[in-house]
């Protein structure tokens, strides 16, 4: 049987993992961490259980996919529930609230309640971008740039103009929608792949776009299932999981990938399929410089990286029934300063938050009576901060975040009511998890960082080698991670086929 490594068991490496297993390969993951599910991994204390990163289900017949595959039902592995209303948004210190639903009906009396114009604006705004998204979906998302040619074509020049991704997601939002409440709901949503609206490429609107049509879903036991569920689908086809094993080079020998090198021994195979963050894959994996191709160590230091998170996972004495959404968007008051500091590295004086209550939904996620609060604020990834992160630098953060929350109903004496506190600073996403900078999303899906310009799942200048995750094409998020290792996969594949001809 041919002998596949996949360097990783995040969501793309267990995906890519199955497709290949399922499709008669050998597969063994090498995975650092002692769970499966690299940032979508588990902090369990005191009976308290909290998502370590993603926690928002868009898309949920992309979580299914994998599952159905191999024929199997995905109910018995990551049960879902969709939410309505998908989240809420809080404005004007938590004395503002906005419940944002997927329901044409209360989106419309949502708009109209605000501006007759700004319905109006909000209805072209979902008929335009669908129609870019299938233009996306169908022709870029799901489909690699191996050659320039698989790009610099009449047709996908033709699919690339109506894409329209000149222009940026902010300006763009302007055009549709006036209110600045309304608008920040929407244009913020970039930060879900790391990148300032007034960067992204408008395209980038697709995201709440996608929740409005397709709806937020929630899986049973938190997002740590799906990685868990996945794990277990990858072993029942007889792939082999070694935990607590990191990789430290992948081995090359005459321009081929032929296995990795561990503190436990080396591993041969006839492919090798990487799943860590790739710029810091190229530049500390792969040590042959022929094999790192045009990645040299200069140009991953000077590529464009995503913003970073200070996340806290607080265990609480009680129930917050005064909150009454599992997903909460606490706003700035000035949401521009709050996206440029995050982005030129000032320190944050004012900043937004997410805050994530699954225990609402599932009371399995804590102990009875009592919720758990996972809160998220976006902040300089480790490059461009202007300062260093310190304990100082944590509690200065800590400190707004809580001053935040107190603003909320029911939240007034939240410092008192804490039970267990963990903390993820952008160091620890350095760390941990390999991610660049500490840059939680990866590279910035910047126009230039962006489809054929992105690192591809094939590596160029090494033969046998692939690549996969939210730094390789086509981006961020989970589901276009899943995207990302069908691709990888169908590349290894492709090779295979060839090879064997």
């Not at 230091?301 to 996972?313: E, I």
């Not at 001053?403 to 506190?421: C, D, F, S, Y």
Request: charged share 25%; with cysteine.
């Amino acid at each position: 049987m041919t002998r596949v490594i996949v360097i990783g068991a995040g969501v793309a490496g267990l995906a890519c993992a199955i497709r290949l297993q399922h499709a008669g390969y050998e597969v063994e993951i090498f995975e650092k961490e002692a769970l499966p599910g690299g940032k979508m991994h588990r902090i369990s204390r005191d009976g308290y259980s909290f998502d370590l990163g993603p926690t928002i289900v868009m898309m949920p017949d992309l979580y299914k996919e994998i599952f159905e595959l191999a024929g199997r039902n995905p109910d018995d592995y990551i049960p879902m529930q969709q939410l309505s209303p998908m989240y809420s948004g809080y404005f004007k210190q938590g004395k503002e609230k906005l419940d944002v639903s997927n329901d044409l009906v209360q989106l419309t009396a949502l708009f109209e309640a605000v501006d007759e114009k700004d319905a109006e604006g909000f209805l072209r705004y979902i008929s335009d971008l669908y129609g870019r998204f299938n233009i996306a979906k169908n022709h870029f998302l799901q489909r690699p740039f191996r050659h320039k040619r698989d790009f610099y074509n009449i047709n996908m020049l033709n699919q690339g103009l109506k894409l329209k991704t000149l222009g940026n997601a902010e300006n763009m939002m302007n055009s549709y929608i006036k209110d600045k409440r309304l608008r920040d709901i929407i244009s913020f949503q970039t930060l879900y792949i790391g990148v300032s609206p007034a960067k992204s490429p408008s395209l980038y609107t697709i995201i709440p776009m996608i929740e409005f049509l397709y709806g937020i879903w929630f899986i049973k036991g938190g997002m740590h299932t799906m990685a868990a569920g996945m794990a277990r689908l990858f072993e029942e086809l007889g792939g082999v999981i070694h935990y607590n094993v990191p990789v430290d080079e992948i081995i090359i020998h005459n321009g081929q990938a032929v296995g990795v090198k561990t503190p436990v021994g080396m591993f041969s195979a006839d492919y090798v399929m990487c799943n860590a963050d790739f710029p810091y894959a190229v530049k500390h994996l792969v040590n042959d410089e022929a094999a790192k191709g045009k990645y040299t160590d200069k140009k991953i230091d000077n590529m464009d990286y995503s913003c970073s998170c200070f996340v806290m996972y607080l265990g609480m004495a009680k129930k917050y029934e005064e909150i009454t959404n599992v997903h909460n968007f606490v706003f700035s008051e000035d949401l521009d300063r709050n996206i440029q500091q995050i982005f030129d590295g000032s320190p944050l004086e004012d900043p937004s938050l997410y805050m994530y209550i699954a225990s609402k939904i599932d009371p399995t996620l804590a102990p009875e009576g009592k919720d758990g609060l996972y809160v998220l604020m976006p902040i300089s990834e480790l490059k461009t901060a202007q300062y260093e992160w310190n304990d100082e630098t944590e509690q200065y953060y800590r400190e707004k975040m809580l001053a935040k929350l107190e603003q909320l109903p029911g939240m007034e004496n939240i410092r008192e009511e804490i039970v267990t506190e963990t903390r993820v600073t952008p160091v620890d996403f350095k760390h941990r998890f390999n991610a660049y900078n500490g840059a939680t999303f990866g590279l910035q899906p910047t126009l230039f960082q962006s489809n054929h310009l992105r690192p591809q799942s094939k590596a160029v200048s090494c033969e046998n080698l692939y690549f996969t995750g939210s730094s390789t094409h086509p981006g961020a998020g989970v589901p276009i991670v899943l995207l990302s290792s069908k691709i990888a996969a169908g590349e290894l594949m492709l090779d295979d086929k060839n090879y064997r001809k």
